[in-house]
Nanobody, 126 residues
Framework: QVQLVESGGGLVQAGGSLRLSCVASGRTFSTYAMGWFRQAPGKEREFVAAITWSGGYTYYADSVKGRFSISRDNAKNTVNLQMNSLKPEDTAVYYC???????????????????WGQGTQVTVSS
């Protein structure tokens, strides 16, 4: 089992940047595929980015491709989401998610993840 804690959210102007971090408990972090999702008020939670257990493959939602970058440091049990060129429509609570997998696959659906963090608020002002 793994526990996830996100940090790094905040208020930023449009065009600015934020870096979210998610720290996982336990000694088996490197066996988990990781993902970032977000949920805006009144909307369903949606996929943002995913990364394989090794960090060798990443995948992004079209809405963030070219602006966001997911990375991980297995030695530090951390997955990061670098968000650049932020837009007001990026405003949401951002969640980190984990799924035990060493298959080399990444995952984009909520139902594919077993563990979730509590979320961190990102607000982008226009």
């Amino acid at each position: 089992q793994v526990q996830l804690v996100e940090s790094g959210g905040g208020l930023v102007q449009a065009g600015g940047s934020l870096r979210l971090s998610c720290v996982a408990s336990g000694r088996t972090f490197s066996t988990y595929a990781m993902g970032w999702f977000r949920q805006a008020p009144g909307k369903e939670r949606e996929f943002v980015a995913a990364i394989t257990w090794s960090g060798g493959y990443t995948y992004y939602a079209d809405s963030v491709k070219g602006r966001f970058s997911i990375s991980r440091d297995n030695a530090k049990n951390t997955v990061n989401l670098q968000m650049n060129s932020l837009k007001p429509e990026d405003t949401a609570v951002y969640y980190c998610a984990a799924r035990r997998s060493m298959s080399g696959s990444y995952y984009t659906r909520l139902s594919e993840y077993n563990y979730w963090g509590q979320g961190t608020q990102v607000t982008v002002s226009s």
